[in-house]
T-cell receptor
Framework: AQSVAQPEDQVNVAEGNPLTVKCTYS??????LFWYVQYPNRGLQFLLK??????LVKGSYGFEAEFNKSQTSFHLKKPSALVSDSALYFC????????????FGQGTTLQVKP | DGGITQSPKYLFRKEGQNVTLSCEQN?????MYWYRQDPGQGLRLIYY???????QKGDIAEGYSVSREKKESFPLTVTSAQKNPTAFYLC???????????????FGSGTRLTVV
């Protein structure tokens, strides 16, 4: 069965420092991976996706993600964190088949301190 | 502007009461999904609909019901059989479920349901 794991409940980083939010996945076929961000009491907003090709994917708000097939990981990164990046981040993988279902990780809270 | 509208934003339910959460989209998307969000548990799929007049149970469908009579609308009813309904409920859609890897989901802003 497909699954997604986000091993850290919370990540703390100082403003201006690089950040990484980790995600590992398990799929039997080609992985189609997503990152979403959620601000308090709001829906999720799309950040970026991996379909195929370049292992470094660039997305919204200066975020990027590195796909690593051998480690089955898709870590979210940003070179210089902002206080406004503080939010809840979700990694997701498409479930195989044509249902359109996405399987989400449990989420990682990113706290960026001034 | 195109998007998904969920209403109400906050909803309070008494014990034994059924309540209905609204989800409306003007994106002309075929597929719609309901997720439940609880702290530390991520998003869990309740029901989904790949096309109008059809829907399927997700992972935690017990105590919930849906309908998809119109393409734009996918209301979720939380019945009295749902023993722990307090949660944040999110509705999402995608243009074509077969191509979700291209489009991902568009989400509504959610409804927070509280049992009082």
């Amino acid at each position: 069965a497909q699954s997604v794991a986000q091993p850290e409940d919370q990540v703390n980083v100082a403003e201006g420092n690089p950040l990484t939010v980790k995600c590992t996945y398990s799929v039997s076929g080609n992985p189609y991976l997503f990152w979403y961000v959620q601000y308090p009491n709001r829906g999720l907003q799309f950040l970026l996706k991996y379909i195929t090709g370049d292992n470094l994917v660039k997305g919204s708000y200066g975020f990027e993600a590195e796909f690593n097939k051998s480690q089955t990981s898709f870590h979210l990164k940003k070179p210089s964190a902002l206080v406004s990046d503080s939010a809840l981040y979700f990694c997701a993988v498409r479930e195989e088949g044509n249902t359109g279902k996405l399987i989400f990780g449990q989420g990682t809270t990113l706290q960026v301190k001034p | 502007d195109g998007g998904i509208t969920q209403s109400p934003k906050y909803l309070f339910r008494k014990e034994g009461q059924n309540v209905t959460l609204s989800c409306e989209q003007n994106l002309n998307h075929d597929a719609m999904y309901w997720y439940r969000q609880d702290p530390g548990q991520g998003l869990r799929l309740i029901y989904y609909s790949q096309i109008v007049n059809d829907f399927q149970k997700g992972d935690i469908a017990e105590g919930y019901s849906v309908s998809r009579e119109k393409k734009e609308s996918f209301p979720l009813t939380v019945t009295s059989a749902q023993k722990n309904p307090t949660a944040f409920y999110l509705c999402a859609s995608t243009p074509d479920p077969r191509a979700v890897f291209l489009y991902g989901y568009t989400f509504g802003s959610g409804t927070r349901l509280t049992v009082v």
